[in-house]
């Protein structure tokens, strides 16, 4: 079974520091991986994700995140935080649903919510 | 032009009652699901359908019904509600198995008092 652990709940960095939400998986196969943001009152959305190929993998609004397959990791980093990125953040990997369902299964991690001081 | 609707937004009820939520999606996705985030964040899949086929049923309650009228659309009908169904429900899709994001409507802030 597939589990995500994000270490840290909460994570308050000042703006313009550097952002690094951390998020390790364990998996039994190579995982597809994912980030999604969540601002309040609102529903997810995706951030970035890596499936095959490049290991280090580029967002929206600046967000990257490495494969670490070594470390199983894919932590999230933003060089320089801005204010508008105070949101929860959620990482999760997904399984190969019913072989042929044509269908997956996203599992979450608890998230961690993002505070940028001014 | 929306592409994962919720109706309503907000849902406040009383304990016993039946309920439901909709969902539709104009992305032309084959595979909807169903979520449940609790009062701590977390979330967790409760259904998923693939071209209107039962796909994932997680541990869930059976007073917790969806339905999938057509491939747009994934309803959720809650009977005899109880304190604990409060909760902001999310629907979301994607696209085959091909496609590996999915993508999340606003969710459904339901409060049964």
């Known amino acids: 079974a597939q589990s995500v652990t994000q270490l840290g709940s909460h994570v308050s960095v000042s703006e313009g520091a550097l952002v690094l939400l951390r998020c390790n998986y364990s998996s039994s196969v190579p995982p597809y991986l994912f980030w999604y943001v969540q601002y309040p009152n609102q529903g997810l959305q995706l951030l970035l994700k890596?499936?095959?190929?490049?290991?280090l993998v580029k967002g929206i609004n600046g967000f990257e995140a490495e494969f670490k397959k070594s470390e199983t990791s894919f932590h999230l980093t933003k060089p320089s935080a801005h204010m508008s990125d105070a949101a929860e953040y959620f990482c999760a990997v997904s399984d190969q649903g019913l072989s042929g369902a044509g269908s997956y299964q996203l599992t979450f991690g608890k998230g961690t919510k993002l505070s940028v001081i001014p | 032009d929306t592409a994962v609707s919720q109706t309503p937004k907000y849902l406040v009820t009383q304990m016993g009652n039946d309920k439901s939520i909709k969902c539709e999606q104009n992305?032309?996705?084959?595979?909807m699901y169903w979520y449940k985030q609790d009062s701590k964040k977390f979330l967790k899949i409760m259904f998923s359908?693939?071209?209107?086929?039962?796909?994932i049923n997680e541990t869930v309650p059976n007073r917790f019904s969806p339905k999938s009228p057509d491939k747009a659309h994934l309803n959720l009908h809650i009977n005899s509600l109880e304190l604990g169904d409060s909760a902001v429900y999310f629907c979301?899709?994607?696209?085959?198995?091909?496609?590996?994001?999915?993508?999340f409507g606003p969710g459904t802030r339901l409060t049964v008092t």
């Open positions: 992305l032309g996705h084959d595979t």
């Open positions: 890596y499936t095959t190929g490049a290991t």
């Open positions: 359908y693939n071209n209107k086929e039962l796909i």
């Open positions: 979301a899709s994607s696209s085959g198995m091909w496609a590996y994001e999915q993508y």
